[in-house]
């Protein structure tokens, strides 16, 4: 099972939350919820055997939007199923009739018979009173008058038929239709229905009003004359049309009628002749094989039926067969890879190519494998989207399958040691495989490799990014690149290269932290205490946006909000482990490798600085106060360090009950200052006392020695006299 590093954490809090639930179901009665947390995307690194050799089911909706390649959209749907029932007529009718006018449409509606509502109508334009007349008969059952009042309105001038003629057609339809199903209806009936609905659509197409997507609603009315009349490929025809003008409706109309068709041995069949039921039947089996199983003895097994049909699709041989990639898709995923592999290469679509590569890659092929995915790569359209896809581990992915596609194509390249092309192609993605990309990014390649790559491939955004309406700004990849890029820079001390990678609004905080770090190891004490406790204090507040680690430890992909563990090379398939991988990973690891690390570097900062000031000046209290505070709620062990050392040095304050809380005074480093300069004077005159018998002693020595020396060279020069 592919289980992200994200699904453990779940788990544990699932059962915590399963125990605290009697008190909680308590609270929540008089407290408003909240979500827990966001939507966590899916890994491919996280089972990459699993994401190589497994292979992605499609969604049924993108399949059957496009089971006819010449249909294009024609007519806008209107299926709000959040609204209540005739929610979009009622408003329509308001705009259109203002308040009282629609009062007056309602009064006809509620009317006992139709003269009252004729006459609740006066004064309303012809077609609207005449149509609404024909709705409140038709929903009384007085269905003759009804249709009187419908073919009224479009025996009106067209002129004067604008905004309920086609209302008009719709509903004449609806009641050819209600005969055509009714006992002993003749196929005329049929007929005479079908051409309604289809007339319905003729005038939206020549330009009737239809904002209450009454064309689209036709296709679906027209289908279940034919599914009546047991025509199930014409029925699937219009069901097809409907769902290619964007129809829900019509997507699940689909879905029922291929369920219709597995559960009915004699209807599968005959639907296996007909091209476009075959690939119905093939979207199905792809998209939908979990309900394709039947449950026997504890262990899910292919039903019956999915057995017969994956016999027919052999007996077939090597006729045509319509969908032929999407059944070898299936067969694959259904661990038929014989199948697979007879059928993936009698078509040349993107997903054939795909399902060859994973078959390639089974039999050790690592060539064809590489071949087939290139292919693959470039088949499938760059936008194309196949919808949201949720895990077992309630990931979502969000499937591009060209990204997809790349993204095992760089689990190859990691495997083979190539990880600047793994990097391509998952920043290919556009931040598709976002946790991949950084984890590749930030852990795997060394920081020039990157920073080449970089330079080479990821050009700084052109425009800023722009706010949405919800004030909510889209990522930019290249930027969320380029960003991971200057925090692992800055943390690394290369302060010179980061800068240029940040975004413009997080250079001056970068180039502040940068300024105060290389200031804090010039100039005198006080001053390299002042630039060490400014660096600090820039890495306590923004370290998560100029310091922090994209994943673990501190997540700045998540805003801190949520601790992402790292997953274990041990448990991956050692093929697509890179040969030194493991070796990177150590290497690029945080510095403390601790959650939010950055508050120890400030914390550490913080000590440095009161290294340089007098231990029992206010600074020094200050200082080891801040550093205890950032700390007391990560590392209890590292804070009491701090705490500790102020007790033995440091002089006594009258905040010290409150010491390491939020409320630590700003260092007075002018008092530092001063009381340094006092020291250093008391140090000089104690030097100086401490020193004067030694320095007396010695001036007698040197006395002694100078007289020694002169009578010495007296005697020397009485000598060289005589000898004269």
């Not at 024609?74 to 009739?97: C, H, M, V």
Request: charged share 25%; with cysteine; proline share 4%.
């Amino acid at each position: 099972m592919h289980t992200s590093r994200f699904a453990h954490g779940r788990t544990r809090l699932f059962a915590a939350f399963c125990r605290a639930l009697p008190l909680l179901a308590l609270a929540l009665v008089a407290v408003p919820s909240s979500a827990c947390g966001p939507d966590f995307p899916h890994e491919l690194l996280s089972d990459r055997h699993a994401s190589v050799y497994e292979l992605v089911d499609g969604t049924f909706d993108f399949e059957v939007s496009r089971l006819l390649p010449g249909e294009t959209a024609q007519f806008k749907p209107l299926e709000n199923y959040w609204d209540a029932p005739g929610a979009s007529r009622i408003e329509l009718e308001k705009k259109q009739l203002g308040e009282a006018g629609y009062a007056q449409t309602e009064a006809m509606r509620l009317a006992a018979d139709d003269a009252a509502a004729w006459a609740a109508g006066d004064g309303l334009s012809q077609e609207v009173r005449l149509y609404t007349a024909g709705a409140r008969a038709f929903h009384a059952g007085d269905y003759a008058v009804a249709r009187q009042r419908f073919e009224a309105v479009v025996a009106l001038p067209p002129g004067a038929q604008s905004r309920r003629g086609l209302w008009a057609r719709y509903m004449l339809a609806r009641l050819a239709l209600d005969e055509a199903l009714g006992a002993g209806a003749e196929p005329a009936q049929a007929d005479a229905a079908a051409q309604a609905f289809q007339a319905v659509r003729a005038a939206a197409k020549a330009g009737a009003e239809d904002r209450e997507g009454l064309a689209v609603a036709s296709f679906g009315e027209e289908a279940r004359l034919h599914l009546n009349r047991g025509n199930l490929p014409a029925a699937a025809k219009l069901y097809a049309q409907q769902a290619a003008q964007g129809s829900a409706s019509g997507r699940a109309s689909l879905l029922f009628l291929a369920r219709r068709l597995f559960a009915n041995e004699t209807e599968l069949t005959a639907a296996l002749s007909d091209p476009l039921l075959q690939q119905l039947l093939a979207a199905y089996v792809y998209t939908r094989s979990n309900e394709l199983q039947i449950e026997q003895g504890g262990v899910m097994v292919a039903s019956p039926l999915s057995e017969r049909y994956y016999a027919a699709v052999e007996a077939a041989g090597s006729g045509s067969l319509a969908g032929v990639d999407r059944v070898a898709a299936a067969a694959y995923r259904a661990g038929r890879y014989e199948l697979a592999a007879k059928l993936a290469p009698r078509s040349d679509s993107a997903l054939a190519h795909w399902v060859r590569a994973k078959l390639a890659l089974r039999k050790g092929d690592d060539k064809a494998a590489a071949e087939a995915y290139a292919q693959a790569s470039r088949a499938f359209p760059r936008e194309e989207s196949w919808g949201i896809s949720l895990g077992e581990d309630y990931a979502y992915e969000s499937l591009r399958p060209a990204c997809r596609v790349d993204g095992e194509r760089a689990i190859l390249a990691l495997g083979r040691g190539d990880y600047a092309e793994a990097l391509r192609l998952l920043h290919a993605s556009k931040g598709q495989y976002w946790l991949d990309e950084a984890q590749v990014a930030e852990r795997v390649l060394s920081v020039d490799e990157l920073k080449q790559f970089v330079d080479r491939e990821v050009p700084a955004p052109a425009a800023p990014p722009k706010v949405d309406e919800n004030n909510w700004v889209a990522p930019n990849p290249d930027q969320q690149l380029r960003s991971l890029l200057a925090r692992r820079l800055l943390r690394l001390q290369r302060y010179d290269e980061a800068l240029a990678y940040f975004p413009a609004e997080l250079r001056d905080k970068a180039a502040g932290y940068a300024q105060a770090r290389q200031a804090g190891t010039r100039g005198g004490r006080i001053e390299r205490a002042q630039n060490l406790f400014r660096a600090a204090a820039l890495a306590r507040e923004s370290g998560m946006e100029i310091l922090g680690t994209e994943l673990g430890p501190d997540a700045n992909v998540f805003g801190g909000n949520y601790e992402l563990s790292g997953y274990d090379l041990a448990e991956q398939d050692k093929k697509l482990i890179g040969p030194d991988e493991g070796v990177r990973i150590a290497a690029s690891a945080a510095q403390p490798d601790q959650r939010f690390h950055y508050r120890h570097i400030a914390a550490d900062l913080a000590s440095q600085a009161a290294d340089q000031v007098p231990p029992r000046s206010q600074a020094f209290a200050a200082l080891l106060c801040s550093a205890t505070g950032w700390l007391i709620n990560r590392d209890p062990a590292q804070a009491q360090g701090y705490y500790r050392r102020y007790l033995k040095q440091g002089a006594y304050v009258s905040w010290g009950g409150a010491f390491g809380s939020s409320a630590c005074p700003a260092p007075d480093f002018d008092g530092a200052a001063k009381r340094l300069r006092v020291e250093q004077i008391r140090w000089a005159k104690q030097v100086a006392r401490q020193a004067a018998p030694f320095v007396a002693a010695g001036l007698v020595a040197i006395g002694i020695g100078l007289v020694f020396w002169w009578r010495r060279r007296r005697a020397a020069a009485a000598v060289t006299s005589l000898r004269e």
